[in-house]
């Protein structure tokens, strides 16, 4: 019975330290983050090829110089998804083949809340980059309050601005993102 408890008592430790529910976040961040690398790159090659991102496909009115306010990268003008509910077809950059199709079932296209979504948007300005951002869920990408913004962008540099991290639990509402490019 000593043994046992004993046993016990280590397994509980053991699993104390690994703490899975972190772990699992982790590799969530770790999945958005290269979704999201994955997603700029995509728009990146798509203005490359057409000269115009793919927002500016569907909405004529848009130019290079136009500002896209944060976005889902579910909606249709970002090219992942035709318009309609739960990503009906190929959007823009799947046609073109600058994303696999697979892309269209990752878990951020037919999230609910903002903080299961990944996020596009672009400053003003022909050379303003465009952005990816997700809410971090681990304790760890979290802590990195230097790595946190608001989804908005900053006049004077064309980066989203800082955001200072919450003190409590973390709402759709109070959400700070991390973004791509950092």
Do not use: H
Not at 75 to 96: Q, V
């Amino acid at each position: 019975m000593i043994v046992i408890g004993l046993l016990g008592a280590i397994a509980l430790i053991v699993i104390a330290a690994i703490n899975p529910i972190e772990q699992a976040n982790r590799a969530r961040d770790t999945r958005f983050k290269a979704d999201a690398g994955q997603l700029i790159s995509a728009i990146d090659r798509y203005f490359a090829a057409n000269n115009e991102f793919p927002w500016m496909t569907e909405t004529s009115s848009l130019t290079a110089d136009s500002a896209l306010t944060f976005v889902s990268a579910a909606t249709s003008s970002i090219g992942l998804c035709l318009a309609g509910a739960n990503c009906p077809g190929d959007g823009y950059l799947i046609s073109t083949n600058e994303l696999k199709t697979e892309f269209r079932n990752r878990d951020f296209i037919d999230a609910t809340t903002a903080m299961e979504k990944i996020w596009v948007g672009k400053a003003a300005g022909a050379s303003a980059s465009v952005y990816a951002c997700y809410v971090p869920l681990s304790k760890s990408e979290r802590a990195k309050s230097e790595n946190l913004v608001n989804l908005t962008f900053d006049s004077t540099t064309g980066a989203p601005t800082t955001c200072t991290a919450p003190t409590g639990t973390w709402t759709d509402v109070n959400s700070c993102y991390v973004c791509l490019p950092q």
